[in-house]
């Protein structure tokens, strides 16, 4: 049963990966000290990897949602906080972002757990 869980939570141990990663992008590409984008970079690694650490303790269809949507906010963060000229911020967010959108959409639509908490299901 453990590897059956673990099967279904590749999708949670990579994001927790891209998380942890984009925390410590700030250092990788030396953005500038106390910048938006270093700001945004920290804080939103710290998001992506807590909602990837506490889904794969226990799944939770919001958890999924929150971190679909911060994948979203920070493949347009570049342009939204005017960065997009520095290559690679906006390279490196870009994919981290789309990357966890995507994986968090695939999980929606795959993990059986989570199929439940769709609005209209007729879970119990």
Do not use: C
């Not at 927790?16 to 992008?25: A, D, E, K, N, S």
């Not at 992506?48 to 939770?60: C, G, P, Q, R």
């Amino acid at each position: 049963m453990a590897t059956n869980l673990s099967a279904r939570r590749w999708q949670d141990q990579l994001i927790l990966v891209l998380g942890l990663w984009l925390i410590v992008t700030p250092w990788a590409f030396a953005y500038p000290q106390q910048s938006p984008q270093m700001i945004n970079a920290v804080v939103s690694g710290l998001v992506i990897a807590v909602l990837a650490a506490f889904d794969l303790y226990k799944t939770y269809f919001w958890a999924v949602v929150l971190n679909l949507l911060v994948g979203v906010w920070v493949a347009v963060a570049p342009w939204v906080l005017r960065v997009a000229g520095d290559r690679s911020v906006l390279w490196n967010e870009l994919i981290v972002g789309v990357a966890v959108a995507v994986l968090a959409l695939w999980e929606l639509r795959t993990d059986p757990d989570l199929h439940k908490h769709w609005p209209g299901s007729a879970a119990t």
